[in-house]
């Protein structure tokens, strides 16, 4: 079992940045990818960027490459996503999530078997 909460997200202008943390609990924590999504509005839930166990490996979505970057602190069981020169159309719900199998590379959300509450980011024009 993996308890999930995110937390940092909140209201910034055009070409701001934020840092969202993802506090984890559990011992399948550390043998676990974790991958962060974003559902905006009347949308369906997006991929956008997931990390190995390790951390040695990475994967990001088209859309943030470049921006965001996914790190993790396995002492502290955390999953952090740095998101840099935010856009309006980052405006979503972000929800981080636990993959035991440790397949960083997953996209789909029901590769994903524990999930956060999620965390607002607001991004103005």
């Known amino acids: 079992q993996v308890q999930l909460v995110e937390s940092g997200g909140g209201l910034v202008q055009a070409g701001g940045s934020l840092r969202l943390s993802c506090a984890a609990s559990?011992?399948?924590?550390?043998?676990?990818?974790v991958g962060w999504f974003r559902q905006a509005s009347g949308k369906e839930r997006d991929f956008v960027a997931a990390?190995?166990?390790?951390?040695?490996?990475?994967y990001y979505a088209d859309s943030v490459k470049g921006r965001f970057t996914i790190s993790r602190d396995n002492g502290k069981k955390t999953v952090y996503l740095q998101m840099n020169s935010l856009k309006p159309e980052d405006t979503a719900v972000y929800f981080c999530?636990?993959?035991?199998?440790?397949?960083?590379?997953?996209?789909?959300?029901?590769?994903?078997?524990?999930w956060g509450q999620g965390t607002q980011v607001t991004v103005s024009s």
């Open positions: 990390i190995s166990w390790s951390g040695r490996s990475t």
């Open positions: 999530a636990a993959d035991p199998s440790d397949t960083y590379y997953y996209t789909p959300p029901y590769e994903y078997d524990y």
């Open positions: 559990g011992r399948s924590f550390r043998s676990s990818a």
